[in-house]
Structures are given as C-alpha cells and as structure tokens.
C-alpha cells in the first residue's frame, strides 16, 4: 500500500481528495491536515509515503511545508496540489524538493498515477506547466521576496523592519530593488506583478 498524507486548509476539498484516493486498491491516506504545521507534525509521526499538499496554506505554506520535509531529511515524497497554474510556483516548489506539481481541475486518475510515479520514484509535472516554467526565470532574491510580500499586505516600511529585525534603509533597499527588477512603478505594482508570475 502507498502511504499518503493529505494537508489542504479547506475541509471540503480536503475529504472529497481522500475520498478519491480511498477508492483505490493501492493507496492508503494515513493523515489529513488543515495547515502546513499540523501536516509536517503528521508527517514525523507517520512517515507517510507521498504528502498531498496545497500551496496556501495557514501556519506554513505547502512550499514551506516542502521544503522542511527535505531539509529534516524525511523520507516523505512531496506532491503540490494546487489552482495556482503559475510556472513561477512550479519552479519554486521544484526548489523546495517537490517530486510533484498537479491542478486541482486535473482529472481524478490523475491524482492517483501521481502518487504512483512519485512514489516510485519519478516525478509528475503538469506537463504544460513543466514547458513554461523554464522560459522565464524569477528575478528575485528570497529576502526580496520577503519584504515585498509583507509590503503587499499593507505594512509599512518601518513595521517590515520591525518584524524582520533589519534597518528601515535596508527594508527600502530591497523594495527598490525589486521593484526595478519587474519593471514596476511602486511596490503595490510589484507585489501584484510577482503574484502574477507566482514569484511571491
């Protein structure tokens, strides 16, 4: 039997995606989680073959989530289940040691041949996706990223500091220059461009 561990915030998706899975003979879902920490909690504690997990998520995002699943070590194979048809997220989830990167409108045998290759040890990649992914790359640096993903959520300068434990120049220095590596106006513009790329 293959082992899965499903973590999706949203309880309806959550049951009707280990609904599906239970329908077959070869897989077993030991675990549902509804944010990234309880998922990466289940997954020390079961050990579960392949980890079905969103992207937004609370507490810890499905690429947060992926990427300290590798970092620990685990044996888990991670498979991102997501609406966020973004080669910029496929690229960054592929960077976090996802073996895996699916639509959620994909069909439900879909879902299953998934689990079997990554658990077999391959990878399963919207192929569409896979083909944009590597015709443009992300500009920006993590902390870049960072400050301007806060700046997105309305905090100012002075409050990104503050959380981040840097200087405000510093905080100003990393918005202009994300904001002139997308080519934006201000960093409202910029936020909204990198979303759209799923840079941020």
């Known amino acids: 039997m293959i082992r899965v561990l499903i973590a999706e915030d949203q309880s309806m998706v959550l049951g009707a995606l280990a609904a599906l899975l239970e329908i077959e003979?070869?897989?077993?879902?030991?675990?549902?989680?509804?944010?990234?920490?309880?998922?990466?909690?289940?997954?020390?504690?079961?050990?579960?073959?392949?980890?079905?997990?969103d992207i937004e998520m609370p507490e810890m995002t499905g690429l947060e989530l992926a990427a300290e699943v590798s970092r620990r070590g685990l044996p888990t194979r991670v498979v991102i289940l997501t609406t966020f048809a973004r080669a910029g997220y496929l690229r960054r989830a592929l960077d976090a040691g996802a073996a895996g990167y699916l639509l959620k409108d994909s069909p439900a045998e879909t879902l299953a041949n998934a689990v079997r290759q990554v658990h077999a040890g391959g990878?399963?990649?919207?192929?569409?996706?896979?083909?944009?992914?590597?015709?443009?790359?992300d500009p920006l640096s993590?902390?870049?990223?960072?400050?301007?993903?806060?700046?997105?959520?309305?905090?100012?300068?002075?409050?990104?500091?503050?959380?981040?434990?840097?200087?405000?120049?510093?905080?100003?220095?990393?918005?202009s220059s994300a904001i002139s590596k997308l080519g934006a106006a201000n960093r409202v513009e910029a936020a909204r461009m990198a979303r759209e790329k799923g840079w941020l």
């Open 25 to 53: 003979n070869d897989i077993e879902v030991v675990g549902k989680a509804e944010n990234g920490r309880e998922a990466l909690g289940l997954v020390e504690r079961h050990r579960p073959d392949v980890l079905l997990t």
């Open 142 to 175: 993590d902390r870049e990223r960072q400050v301007l993903r806060l700046a997105a959520e309305g905090l100012t300068s002075a409050a990104i500091a503050s959380r981040l434990f840097l200087s405000e120049g510093t905080v100003r220095n990393y918005l």
């Open 123 to 137: 990878r399963a990649i919207d192929p569409e996706l896979a083909r944009e992914a590597w015709t443009e790359r």
